[in-house]
Nanobody
Framework: QVQLVESGAGLVQAGGSLRLSCAASGLTFNNYVMGWFRQAPGKERLFVAAINWSGGRTYYADSVKGRFTISRDNTKNTVYLQMNSLKPEDTAVYYC?????????????????????WGQGTQVTVSS
């Protein structure tokens, strides 16, 4: 049974930082591209970042580029999202997801349909 469990939820002031973690089990972690998505209340789920199996290739949404960093530790079956310079518009439930196979095109990897497994989500709230 595959499980993705996010942690690191919190309330932070604008300009602050948070680090999210996603621990995976039940799958061969280094066979999967990992991604982060987010969904604000009443809005669609949006792509945030993705990382290939080795960590050598990453891709970010324009809205977070330069502020967020995705990384992974295959020895711990964990993917991270370091979020700096947070803005109120970053407030959302953040989801990690696992996508089997090789890193697709960036456009494809940004689509939720590319991901087979999803975590339950963790709330990030940024106050102004």
């Amino acid at each position: 049974q595959v499980q993705l469990v996010e942690s690191g939820a919190g309330l932070v002031q604008a300009g602050g930082s948070l680090r999210l973690s996603c621990a995976a089990s039940g799958l061969t972690f280094n066979n999967y591209v990992m991604g982060w998505f987010r969904q604000a209340p009443g809005k669609e789920r949006l792509f945030v970042a993705a990382i290939n199996w080795s960590g050598g290739r990453t891709y970010y949404a324009d809205s977070v580029k330069g502020r967020f960093t995705i990384s992974r530790d295959n020895t711990k079956n964990t993917v991270y999202l370091q979020m700096n310079s947070l803005k109120p518009e970053d407030t959302a439930v953040y989801y990690c997801a696992a996508s089997g196979g090789a890193f697709r095109t960036t456009a494809q990897q940004a689509m939720g349909a590319a991901y087979r497994y999803w975590g339950q989500g963790t709330q990030v709230t940024v106050s102004s």
